[in-house]
Structure formats: structure tokens, C-alpha cells
T-cell receptor
Framework: GAGVSQSPRYKVAKRGQDVALRCDPI?????LFWYQQALGQGPEFLTY????????KSGLPSDRFFAERPEGSVSTLKIQRTQQEDSAVYLC?????????????FGPGTRLTVL | GENVEQHPSTLSVQEGDSAVIKCTYS??????FPWYKQELGKRPQLIID?????GEKKDQRIAVTLNKTAKHFSLHITETQPEDSAVYFC????????????FGAGTRLFVKA
């Protein structure tokens, strides 16, 4: 079946622009995670959704970062007034249930470059 | 604080040798420990995982061990092959009070033919 998909795959933004990154999780998956992966580093947790509810946003680095999942399926990560330090790969992952021991399936990521 | 330490950062082995990667975690509430393989420019893919009620798990050439008391877990790859070359990440979840999965910084494994 279809895995997790993300769009766009690459995004170049000028400093100060707003960007929106989309994640399509595996159909029926309850949990959805967003991560930020800097070059040469492990994924860093940003936020977690259980269906449409954002239950953990403790990893969002500033109030410029905002995520939503209004209908409990597709999610969007929005970054306002982008800065150079926002340059990274943004990964989305989904898992079947709300159980913490469920396997997370990752999307291919969106590589954001802020000039 | 929230932390998963992973060692070594780089590991080079000869084809056919074994490779061992070690991780430690800080939060005793963590009960799930997955390992991911990430090839250059690709998404992380789960290769094996272990839950806190088990001390060891094996899947063909890959095994993981967990020591809850010491908060250590390790990945063992036997009979390494060139296609095992990649970056490997350990992770621990959840963290007390939230739903975080915390990843290690990664180990770049090179298998020389």
C-alpha cells in the first residue's frame, strides 16, 4: 500500500518568507509526528498529533512554527518568517495507533533551504 | 534531561565482521527502543525494535539487547555486507509527560568489501 508521502520534496525560501510543508500519512493511522533533521544529525521531535488533536508541541523551536491536522489525516507544518537556521530536512512519520510502542513509518522528507 | 547518547559516531568494518553500536537513554519511563537505518538522501527505515519487557531480540543478522537497569541498549550486526553501509539511529520513547521519541545522533557505518 501507499506509504507516508510529503510535499514538496524540496523548498527554497528567502529569509522572511512563510512556507507550508504537507504530510500525507498512511491511511487510517492515528498518530502523526513531525521531526526536524539537521545535516549529520538524528531526527529531532517537533510535535505529535493523535487524530486531529495536537497533544505534544514541546519540540517546536519558536512561535514561528505551527502545525495542524484539522481532519485527522493530512497535516501541514507552517513556518513563518523563515530564518537560515530553519534550513533542514523536515520529516513526517505516522503510526497505526496511539500506543507509544507502535512502529513509526517515515515519509521521504522535505528539504528546506533558507537563503 | 531528555537525552539519547549513541556511540561510536563512525564505524568502519571489513565485510564479514561484526558491528556493534551502543546507546544510553536518560528517562526510565521509556519503554520502546527502535533502530532505524538511513541511506543517503532516503527516509529512516525501521530495522529492529525492542520493548522494555524483553532483554534481547534477534532477526537474522541483526540483534538488539536491552539493559533496563543500566539504561543501555545495543545493536549487533553480524556477517556485515557492503549494503549494510548507512547511518544507523537508535531511539527511545516515550518521554515522561509527552509523546516524544528521542533519537541518538547516529552512527555512520562503512563496510569495506
Amino acid at each position: 500500500g501507499a506509504g507516508v508521502s510529503q510535499s514538496p520534496r524540496y523548498k527554497v525560501a528567502k529569509r522572511g518568507q512563510d512556507v507550508a510543508l504537507r504530510c500525507d500519512p498512511i491511511s487510517g493511522h492515528v498518530s502523526l509526528f513531525w521531526y526536524q533533521q539537521a545535516l549529520g544529525q538524528g531526527p529531532e521531535f517537533l510535535t505529535y498529533f493523535q487524530n486531529e488533536a495536537q497533544l505534544d508541541k514541546s519540540g517546536l523551536p519558536s512561535d514561528r512554527f505551527f502545525a495542524e491536522r484539522p481532519e485527522g489525516s493530512v497535516s501541514t507544518l507552517k513556518i513563518q518568517r523563515t530564518q537560515q537556521e530553519d534550513s533542514a530536512v523536515y520529516l513526517c512519520a505516522s503510526s497505526l495507533s496511539s500506543t507509544s510502542t507502535d512502529t513509526q513509518y517515515f515519509g521521504p522528507g522535505t528539504r528546506l533551504t533558507v537563503l | 534531561g531528555e537525552n539519547v547518547e549513541q556511540h561510536p559516531s563512525t564505524l568502519s568494518v571489513q565485510e564479514g565482521d561484526s558491528a556493534v553500536i551502543k546507546c544510553t537513554y536518560s528517562d526510565s519511563a521509556s519503554n520502546y527502543f527502535p533502530w532505524y537505518k538511513q541511506e543517503l538522501g532516503k527516509r529512516p527505515q525501521l530495522i529492529i525494535d525492542i520493548r522494555s519487557n524483553v532483554g534481547e531480540k534477534k532477526d537474522q543478522r541483526i540483534a538488539v539487547t536491552l539493559n533496563k537497569t543500566a539504561k543501555h541498549f545495543s545493536l549487533h550486526i553480524t556477517e556485515t555486507q557492503p549494503e549494510d553501509s548507512a547511518v544507523y539511529f537508535c531511539a527511545a520513547s516515550p518521554y515522561t509527560g509527552g509523546f516524544k521519541t528521542i533519537f541518538g545522533a547516529g552512527t555512520r557505518l562503512f563496510v569495506k568489501a
